[in-house]
């Protein structure tokens, strides 16, 4: 008897229930940390509350062996997808987990990106272990605060928080800078922000006419001097064309720059929230063709990096009801690059699956909106696609929330089917949109892929060559 053959049998046969009440696979406890990582902000979810999210995410941090692994995959969520709260979290964690470990006091100093990434930390910590903070977290967070200008400082000075910079300040002891000086001592200046230049423009005007004016004078002097964050700009897109019209230009110009871009760390998605904001504006119908054209681009370029695979591929978007929201708006926009960029055809999935033929020629934010539109928010089938498939795939690429419900096995039997009738075993791209915790297959027998960034994009590129790539590249970051 050949024991390994038994040995493969038991790994491919499914050995969870995912939370919509399925058969599924468990992910490693490091995959599933890093697909948490990558996915989730922390709030409420379809399947999923925030707490129940922080409460799993803990836990794994702590089941994690490998804890110097854990804080590279916080640091890679922070500053290379932009994940906040949850990078937040397992800072916090390992604060109170690791302790006379070489790495730790650099951890602590990367990990923050913005001045409230420490406050926030150093909140968690107080709120869930209290004090003696570790020294370790102390000096680590005390370099950090020591790279950020007057500006900065200010801008984050959370005078009225619990927990106040100055507070921080007070407890890690960073090494002295004159910002730090100025902000311990009462003499820093507030920071002029575009938020508060608004609102003192609503506060001081005399007439209605008068604030337009005025906030028209500081849309014109944000943008003109280039103080306005690209994700600012993003949010206020409406608000500028509507209240600052003679600045359209120059804000699209600024939209479109690829510095701009990749400083901003900026998850893709977010363009879709603004071409839905600016679609239900009342504006000229120039400047909104203006702006949605520069939308178009902006997104073109923050995706760059999407793979372009040789043969033929499927794209495979869940549009069951959990996917209403982040997860569709996340997982169209993907499906549309994808699809603009390779040989490639488009199925939709719910309570069944379906092929659906749209113009690769069309803007990419175009193509996302149409996929949204064609969905059908019912039920979640896996196995429709292997069923509705109908031609000899390289590979397929399933964005989900991986919460299979319909019949409650997993697709195996019917994609062994399908091999079978086109006669090709595809390569299975398994794309979580959510970070529930299963997968549809054996983790070993699929390309893991999670998270809402363009770094996902660049991932994804070598997954061909290494099907561990989105871990390993985790790994190879130094502290």
Request: aromatic residues 8%; hydrophobic residues 45%.
């Amino acid at each position: 008897m050949k024991f390994n053959k038994l040995l493969k049998r038991k790994a491919t046969k499914p050995n969870t229930i995912n939370l919509a009440g399925g058969q599924a696979h468990a992910q490693s406890d490091k995959l599933e940390l890093v697909t948490i990582l990558l996915t989730s902000f922390l709030g409420d979810q379809f399947y999923r509350k925030g707490d129940e999210t922080a409460k799993r995410l803990a836990t794994l941090v702590a089941k994690v062996s490998d804890k110097e692994f854990v804080a590279k995959a916080a640091l890679y969520a922070r500053r290379e997808a932009g994940m906040r709260s949850a990078s937040h979290l397992v800072a916090g964690e390992l604060a109170h987990l690791v302790k006379g470990e070489a790495w730790t006091k650099s951890f602590f100093d990367r990990v923050v990106y913005r001045v409230d990434d420490a406050l926030e930390i150093l909140a968690y910590c107080m709120a869930v272990y209290g004090k003696p903070l570790p020294n370790a977290l102390k000096k680590g967070l005390g370099q950090a605060l020591t790279r950020f200008d007057a500006y900065q400082l200010a801008k984050y000075r959370r005078a009225s928080a619990e927990l106040k910079l100055v507070d921080a300040v007070n407890l890690v002891h960073p090494p002295h800078t004159e910002a730090l000086a100025q902000l311990v001592s009462g003499e820093l200046a507030p920071a002029s922000t575009w938020e508060t230049k608004l609102t003192q423009a609503g506060q001081t005007a005399e007439s209605d006419k008068d604030k337009e004016v005025q906030k028209a004078a500081v849309w014109k002097e944000l943008i003109e001097s280039r103080k306005i964050g690209y994700f600012a700009l993003l949010r206020n897109l409406r608000n500028i064309v509507e209240q600052a019209p003679d600045m359209t230009d120059q804000a699209v110009e600024l939209l479109v720059d690829k510095a701009l871009i990749r400083k901003s760390l900026v998850m893709p998605f977010r363009y879709r929230t603004a071409l839905d904001a600016i679609e239900a504006a009342d504006m000229p119908r120039d400047s909104r063709q203006k702006v949605v054209s520069a939308l178009s681009r902006a997104v073109d370029l923050s995706l760059a990096n999407v793979p372009r695979f040789g043969g033929r591929t499927l794209i495979a978007m869940d549009c069951s009801g959990s996917m209403i929201g982040k997860p569709m708006k996340v997982g169209s926009l993907f499906a549309a690059v994808l699809y603009k960029a390779n040989d490639a055809d488009l199925m939709l999935f719910s309570g069944d699956a379906r092929y659906v033929s749209l113009n690769a020629d069309d803007a990419t934010l175009s193509i996302a909106q149409r996929i949204e539109e064609k969905a059908e928010w019912s039920g979640t089938n896996f196995r429709a696609v292997f069923q509705r498939a109908n031609q000899a795939y390289d590979r397929i690429v399933i964005l989900s929330d991986m919460q299979a419900w319909m019949g409650h096995w997993t697709p195996k039997e019917q994609f062994d089917r399908y091999v079978d009738k086109v006669g090709k075993r595809p390569r299975i791209y398994s794309f979580d949109l959510a970070g529930y915790g299963s997968l549809q297959f054996p983790e070993r027998e699929v390309y893991a892929l999670a998270g809402f960034s363009d770094k996902t994009m660049d991932t994804m590129r070598f997954l061909e060559e290494d099907k561990n790539a989105l871990l390993r590249e985790i790994e190879r970051i130094e502290f």
